[in-house]
């Protein structure tokens, strides 16, 4: 399966207040519903808003563009992209 790389940024301090400590779960919740599975242990910055990054894998038959275009929350904004490069 293809290998993908998506890195989560909050636009807003009010989305890192009420989405950051289940940022992880968030995201493979929202992810897994393109069929996307094997996650990696999320990375995080020490800044505050931190930002994320994370490895997961999704079937071949499920476009970049349905990945990218899924939607975390308000105020959060991540970035999927192919790490098969």
């Given at each position: 399966?293809?290998?993908?790389?998506?890195?989560?940024?909050?636009?807003?301090?009010?989305?890192?207040?009420?989405?950051?400590?289940?940022?992880?779960?968030?995201?493979?919740?929202?992810?897994?519903?393109?069929?996307?599975?094997?996650?990696?242990?999320m990375i995080s910055t020490r800044s505050l808003?931190?930002?994320?990054?994370?490895?997961?894998?999704?079937?071949?038959?499920?476009?970049?563009?349905?990945?990218?275009?899924?939607k975390l929350a308000d105020g959060i904004v991540?970035?999927?992209?192919?790490?098969?490069?």
């Amino acid at each position: 399966m293809p290998e993908y790389r998506a890195s989560i940024r909050y636009t807003e301090d009010e989305a890192y207040a009420q989405h950051g400590r289940n940022i992880e779960t968030l995201t493979q919740e929202k992810l897994g519903e393109k069929r996307a599975s094997e996650f990696s242990l999320m990375i995080s910055t020490r800044s505050l808003p931190p930002s994320h990054s994370l490895m997961f894998q999704a079937p071949a038959t499920v476009p970049l563009e349905d990945l990218q275009s899924v939607k975390l929350a308000d105020g959060i904004v991540i970035d999927v992209e192919s790490a098969d490069n």
